[in-house]
């Protein structure tokens, strides 16, 4: 895949062995300029530092460099973890010649022990001189954990005769919730557009990808999503009302969830994702809370993993919600067959033994009590999630 | 094990062929006379029909029989499922010569099939016939799904010389969740007590034991305990104001709980049994979230299977409980060792290693914000979970 980048910005990737020895796990994202910015957090209460530092620090609206790294989260690491995440964005701003301020670390992997620091520190020299040498792939690549395959994509919009190009890159693929998760994404684009849009858009396109996605129901204390817009298209400027804002939104939704997707389709040991589709709720709230029940219901994705079209199970997390519904006016589909509908079982399972062998499963639930829906994507659950995560130390 | 038999009840169980062939899976409890009854019931809004009959016919305050069946839940099978219920209800009252309404039905296995009628109807009369030549465990086994083994304990009181048996019997291992799940219990006791102090006393045990155990999160359709006290011992009748209703709780407390535990170390797949115990919450309300979120996340249940002291995954779930929290309040003890305290890690770990290899772990979370507390006992998550969940069709 050729990936274009959005002009101004620059990348490096570098091995400094924070948790295993040859593979890359820091990396560096540089805009020439400073660039707009916008975040979106987890709202884990136990926020790991490098989250509470990029929450204060887009408050000023300006941000130039991200440095990301896999191996330590940085997270339960007390007052230390907190001075050493800030004394790594001190010390590369001094090398970048640009404000301490305008750097934003990014941190993924274990929790409670603090950074290699000795490992860190004389490796940044090597971090800036590299920039440039790298692309995003790379990039992608250092911040994998438990994930099998680097997530980056991209859209482009032409306006005008002009190209803005939004680049995307995350990494999640356990502890991943509604409300994200152990996941880390990145939006970097060229467009000229304000932090407080941005933060609107950013805000909207993650609550359809990034927080609709369910692989374990566990929330992790890094998650973040931040988007940097340094302005150096030469298209114009967005503006609210514009048409280019609807296009530069819809591609900016489009990407998230794309992006958010490969991080299901990547979910530990999955084999399948599954869209659990609510319709017919009384409100959007109630239609995403039983969407979460039926998608972190241990008994329906095992039997999803089992190909077994075991709507009883999906019927019992509906029910149990904690959503008033009607028994007599629930309908249930599973890759458009009708299971069960007026409180009664239609007995076609049968005709799902092909369609249950596909990667992608559909489950269409209907209330019918309003005009409320919500959709959340999520994945089965097998004997290797349980390898992956029994032995990988988080 | 010689286990007593409350004076006054007949026991029966016949292989009727439900599900499987050459297994035990129709049973029948019977009182020579009529018994206050008392019951708590699955709080899942989808209900199976013999729970619908049970928690109307209870509230009469009288119940002389119980049929139970193993291999069908009678769950989401309509108006027909209802019928049914109530037709071999009538039809085993008639033979037994007592009202229809004293005989509640449970089941329990699979969603959404109907009743076998055709081979249930026809295996009444040997049913009834061989009242009084089985005991307590065959009914045990008789109610049995996916459990390893028969779920039966007792509690016996010496009251001025007379004595009071309480005999329990119970099913589950899946789809067990706080407020129950495929779970059936019935506690069959001679003591004379009225069936509303019995209810009292119900749905106090309950709640510390059946209600406070989860294997997997998911909540069934047909979770009911019942209690019948027929009055037959010779013991005083039970007063609350008494010594005896102190000592006939404690009993039936500790009854349940054993119970409930049982249920837990046979949870599908499980290798370790783990308590779950938050002090120092704000409300019980709060401590029980957080315990609920810990036990519930397969990050946490599957670290464990791992045999790893992965707090990190712990701290995290108490983080997205949704229960306010002060981080550096926090303690976390595994097995008695404190591995996060004042907010850091205390690197202990390796003194945890012999200890993780036990099959009983606990787990101490204090909050320090408050003097209320939980626990919940809850398994670890192993593959066999995924190879029984993907094959068994509930």
């Given amino acids: 895949m050729d990936i274009p980048t959005p002009k101004g910005f620059l990348f490096s990737a570098i091995e400094a062995g924070i948790k295993y020895a040859n593979r890359y796990d820091l990396a560096l994202i540089h805009s020439k300029k400073q660039a707009q910015v916008a975040g979106v957090f987890t709202t884990n209460q136990i926020k790991a530092a490098p989250v509470k530092i990029c929450m204060k620090r887009i408050k000023g609206g300006l941000a130039q460099s991200i440095i990301l790294n896999s191996g330590n989260a940085n997270a339960c690491t007390g007052k230390r973890g907190m001075e050493d995440a800030l004394e790594i964005t001190e010390k590369l701003a001094a090398k970048l010649e640009i404000k301490k301020e305008h750097v934003l670390p990014l941190s993924t992997g274990v929790i409670g022990m603090p950074l290699p620091m000795e490992k860190i520190l004389p490796a940044l020299d090597k971090l800036v001189a590299q920039l440039g040498k790298a692309d995003a792939l790379l ?49 970097l684009t060229d467009a000229k557009i304000d932090s407080f849009s941005l933060q609107e858009l950013l805000r909207n ?34 503006d609210k009302k514009s048409l280019l804002y609807k296009e530069f939104k819809a591609s900016l ?116 009590l309003g005009k409320s829906k919500a959709k959340i994507y999520t994945t089965d659950l097998s004997e290797e999630y349980i390898r992956i995560n029994s032995a990988y130390r988080t």
């Avoid at 911040?143 to 395959?149: C, P, Q």
């Avoid at 998650?223 to 114009?236: I, K, P, R, Y």
């Fill in 139 to 187: 990039v992608a690549k250092a911040i994998m954990t438990t994930d099998t395959f680097p997530k980056i994509s991209y859209r482009q919009i032409e306006w005008n005769g002009r190209v803005i190009t939004l680049l995307g890159i995350c990494k999640g693929a356990g502890m991943i919730s509604p409300n994200m998760a152990t996941m880390l994404g990145v939006i």
């Fill in 205 to 238: 396109a993650v609550s359809n990808s990034f927080n609709s996605i369910t692989v374990d129901g566990d929330m992790s204390t890094n998650d973040t999503v931040l988007m940097l817009a340094n302005g150096q298209s030469e298209s114009e400027k967005i």
């Fill in 253 to 368: 939704n489009d990407l998230c969830l794309e992006l958010a997707k490969m991080i299901v389709r990547d979910g530990e040991g999955a084999t399948k994702v599954i869209t659990i589709n609510v319709v017919g709720a009384k409100t959007a709230g109630d239609a995403k809370r039983i969407a979460k029940a039926v998608a972190h219901s241990p008994l329906v994705k095992t039997a999803f993993y089992g190909e077994d079209p075991n709507w009883g199970r999906i019927i019992a997390a509906v029910g149990y919600a904690g959503v008033p519904i009607k028994e007599e006016n629930i309908e249930i589909l599973i890759n458009g067959i009708c299971l069960f509908e007026k409180g009664l079982p239609t007995m076609r399972e049968d005709e799902l033994k092909d369609s249950l062998r596909q990667k992608e499963i559909e489950v269409f639930i209907n209330l019918n």
